[in-house]
T-cell receptor, first 117, second 111 residues
Framework: DVKVTQSSRYLVKRTGEKVFLECVQDMDHENMFWYRQDPGLGLRLIYFSYDVKMKEKGDIPEGYSVSREKKERFSLILESASTNQTSMYLC????????????????FGQGTRLTVV | SQQGEEDPQALSIQEGENATMNCSYKTSINNLQWYRQNSGRGLVHLILIRSNEREKHSGRLRVTLDTSKKSSSLLITASRAADTASYFCATDPYGNNRLAFGKGNQVVVIP
């Protein structure tokens, strides 16, 4: 059974802390993504990665960074947590689409609900 | 910008009824996907429809795609309480596997 595992379901951190959210997939996917989900705003892409050591900014990268040292692991880093980063964070992975008939189905982790106080 | 924007609906229906939700998008696509999210969980892929397809079925799900109107609909027939969830459509507007999701439709099925 394919799996994307996020290190924590719930996390409470203090303002100014450096926060690491870890995501591991066992499907040998090249693509990995970090989204945040907020009520009324849907899913917004923070960062994504097509390969090891490769990263691209998404729609809302400010205040975040990422690390992908190994193919199966994609980490999201909040350099200095702030209360407006309180959110649900979702990690996903997928194979690269190979042409118009490719399948970009994404597999998601269970989510990390982060509260910054 | 968000591609794949559902009509912002919150549906409340009785068990056994059908639920329909819609999605529109702005750019050309290779495919459109629908996902389900149970409360507080991650998203689960339901169905993918390609741009050259007009309709697709999977169990109690029926998806239609109208590329001329840049819209899609998801129909859940004979709904069950377990169908209570949020449903999202997603497209790949940049053609690089970077999925863009809409804001989701919340469906509540009353037993």
């Amino acid at each position: 059974d394919v799996k994307v595992t996020q290190s924590s379901r719930y996390l409470v951190k203090r303002t100014g802390e450096k926060v690491f959210l870890e995501c591991v997939q066992d499907m040998d996917h090249e693509n990995m993504f970090w989204y945040r989900q907020d009520p009324g705003l849907g899913l917004r892409l923070i960062y994504f990665s097509y390969d090891v050591k490769m990263k691209e900014k998404g729609d809302i990268p400010e205040g975040y960074s990422v690390s992908r040292e190994k193919k199966e692991r994609f980490s999201l880093i909040l350099e200095s947590a702030s209360t407006n980063q309180t959110s649900m964070y979702l990690c996903a992975s997928s194979f690269p689409q190979m042409g118009p008939l490719g399948n970009t189905e994404a597999f998601f982790g269970q989510g990390t609900r982060l509260t910054v106080v | 910008s968000q591609q794949g924007e559902e009509d912002p609906q919150a549906l409340s229906i009785q068990e056994g009824e059908n639920a329909t939700m819609n999605c529109s998008y702005k750019t050309s696509i290779n495919n459109l996907q629908w996902y389900r999210q149970n409360s507080g969980r991650g998203l689960v892929h339901l169905i993918l429809i390609r741009s050259n397809e007009r309709e697709k079925h999977s169990g109690r799900l029926r998806v239609t795609l109208d590329t001329s109107k840049k819209s899609s609909s998801l129909l859940i027939t004979a709904s069950r309480a377990a169908d209570t969830a949020s449903y999202f459509c997603a497209t790949d507007p940049y053609g690089n596997n970077r999925l863009a999701f809409g804001k989701g439709n919340q469906v509540v099925v009353i037993p």
